[in-house]
């Protein structure tokens, strides 16, 4: 003991060294347990889901979580407003919540809230004021609150017998896909060169599979005139371009951007009445590539699966809705941007739902479609209003990864055999598609 204590510092520093180091490394142990017990994984947010066509639910996803509306009442916000009491009207157990008892008749809404989300009006009567305050909002925005309850507009241009035999047989074709073209009177090129290639009305072979089947197009119009801008007068060219094809749609409204969504809504609306059989609908704009044959294989896969289970359960309709699927998104609130939509419209995320350039779904969620859509109020963004519409059926777009809304890499556009799993992208002009097209005739013998 003695001895020790007279040990010099260089002794005590040996003998403490390696005690000091064991308890570090103790410590060090300890740490790293009480890490790993503790941890758990942190919510990373899903920019895409990508269940694809594999998913063992058949095309869709899995059911949302949660409603991207909120229950209770933002009194800030337009839209939230509108649809709070729309989703009071629809919806009993709602309703009787804020009175308490479930047994309560549904009260009628008070007309002016219901007329403003949702009413069948003549275009003329569309200056419907709102209470909502306008000054604050830019101009494009203030004419789509102005007009938001309107949804009917009277059709300039009609093709009633699309979906119609030939004289030779009777009764209605089954187009396997009915291709609806989002575009503006102007855009004359842009539907020849659709036409020419991707858009060709009549029967089309698969790529794979030889099995095709009949495709018709229609395009889809609204009014572009001098309260759209300054434009030349292009009714008569129109009229020549519908004589001689026959696959213009056109509606008395305004075409601009914030209007989009009543493409759907009205295209819907025809698709029931004048072409109730066709199968699959293809949705999209008049700047996309569709690589068709390609699209009719994926296509004909499903319907001979939903062949096959309805034979079994009987099960007539089929969900299908496919595109690029973004999920988590929330509105752009950057006034100078083209999606911009202000806080005092619309509050909360955006729900999940195929964005950009095109999207395929059946008739028979087309249907179902008109039927929910009635129970949405409109919305200014085309694809954000078809996920609203989605979400409130529980369903949910499925992702599939052809769908390029934001393109191949530079360096591989020109290069045929990289498009070979694409089915559609977002953007080509009207030469770029003739020549696509040309450049894309013998892949299968290429690559
Ligand atoms: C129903 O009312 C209760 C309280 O009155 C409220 O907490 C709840 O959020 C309401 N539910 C819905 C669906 O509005
Ligand atoms: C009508 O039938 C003829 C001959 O079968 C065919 O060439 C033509 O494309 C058909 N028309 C339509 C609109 O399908
Ligand atoms: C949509 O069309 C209607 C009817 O033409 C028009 O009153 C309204 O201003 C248009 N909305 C937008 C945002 O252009
Ligand atoms: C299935 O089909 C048969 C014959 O068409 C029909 O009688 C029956 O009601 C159907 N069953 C269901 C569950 O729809």
């Not at 010099?8 to 740490?31: A, E, K, Q």
């Not at 649809?83 to 309703?95: A, G, K, T, V, W």
């Not at 700047?287 to 294989?297: I, P, Q, Y």
């Amino acid at each position: 003991m003695g001895k020790c204590c007279k040990c010099n510092g260089r002794l005590l520093c040996m003998c403490l060294l390696p005690c000091m180091m064991t308890g570090h490394l103790l410590i060090y142990i300890m740490v790293t347990i009480f890490v790993t017990i503790s941890y758990t994984p942190s919510k990373i947010p899903i920019h895409y889901i990508a269940p694809g066509i594999s998913a063992n639910s058949g095309a869709l996803a899995s059911h949302p979580l949660s409603p991207f509306w909120k229950l209770h009442l933002d009194h800030s916000s337009l839209w939230n407003q509108l649809q709070h009491s729309l989703d009071r009207h629809y919806n009993p157990i709602l309703q009787g919540n804020t009175s308490g008892t479930l047994r309560k008749p549904i009260a009628k809404l008070p007309t002016p809230i219901r007329d403003e989300c949702l009413s069948g009006c003549a275009s003329h009567k569309c200056s419907k004021p709102s209470q909502y305050d306008v000054n604050n909002i830019p101009e494009q925005m203030r004419l789509f609150v102005r007009s938001m309850h309107c949804r009917s507009y009277r059709m300039l241009i009609n093709q009633p017998n699309m979906c119609k035999r030939n004289k030779t047989k009777s009764g209605l074709d089954y187009p396997m896909l009915l291709m609806a073209i989002k575009s503006q009177v102007g855009n004359f090129e842009n539907r020849q060169a659709i036409r020419e290639t991707w858009g060709r009305s009549g029967f089309v072979k698969g790529e794979a599979n030889k099995k095709g089947g009949f495709v018709r197009t229609v395009f889809l119009l609204g009014r572009q005139d001098s309260s759209t801008g300054p434009h030349p007068d292009l009714k008569n060219f129109l009229d020549l371009e519908n004589q001689k094809h026959r696959d213009i749609l056109q509606w008395d409204f305004r075409d601009s951007f914030y209007n989009l969504t009543l493409k759907d809504l009205l295209f819907w609306r025809w698709l029931k009445q004048y072409c109730p059989t066709a199968i699959f609908i293809f949705k999209g704009d008049d700047d996309v590539f569709v690589r068709t044959g390609a699209l009719l294989d994926y296509l004909s896969k499903h319907w001979e699966e939903h062949k096959l289970r309805r034979a079994i359960t009987n099960e007539t309709h089929m969900d299908l809705f496919v595109g690029d699927v973004i999920s988590n998104a929330m509105p752009n609130r950057d006034p100078s941007a083209k999606y911009y939509i202000p806080e005092s419209f619309y509050r909360g995320a955006y729900p999940t739902y195929a964005g950009g350039g095109g999207v395929v779904y059946s008739r028979s969620l087309a249907l179902r479609l008109i039927e929910v859509s009635t129970k949405v109020c409109l919305f200014p963004i085309d694809d954000v209003y078809l996920g609203m519409c989605l979400e409130r059926l529980g369903l949910s777009p499925s992702h599939h990864p052809g769908f390029l809304t934001f393109d191949l890499p530079e360096t591989d556009r020109g290069n045929p055999c990289a498009y070979k799993s694409v089915l559609l992208v977002h953007r080509r002009s009207p030469k770029e598609m003739l020549t696509l097209w040309h450049k894309l005739q013998d892949m299968n013998s290429k690559c």
